[in-house]
């Protein structure tokens, strides 16, 4: 069977081109798709703005380090009661 498939150009033509068409399809299928899911979940849930966010993670993370250092100063001053 395959060495007719060789054999006769026009069956390979045939052949070849249906599989890259379908493979085309199916591809295709799956890329739009994800594009179609991509914007149905970013309309469903607008991203608020980057640039705010941003910041307001930089001002998070201040007052974590404000914690953290005020915590040490208290982990300092008993180890100093402690050896006193």
């Known amino acids: 069977m395959f060495k007719k498939y060789l054999k006769d150009p026009l069956s390979t033509i ?3 081109t249906t599989v890259f068409i379908m493979g085309s399809l199916f591809f295709g299928s799956i ?3 994800g594009i179609a899911s991509e914007l149905i979940r970013d309309s469903n849930n607008a991203p608020i ?15 974590k380090f404000d914690k953290m250092i005020q915590l ?13």
């Open 14 to 16: 045939a052949i070849n």
């Open 72 to 84: 040490l100063d208290s982990i300092n001053l008993k180890s100093k009661k402690f050896k006193d």
């Open 49 to 63: 703005n980057y640039r705010i966010q941003h910041i307001q993670q930089h001002a998070d993370e201040q007052v």
């Open 31 to 33: 890329a739009l798709f």
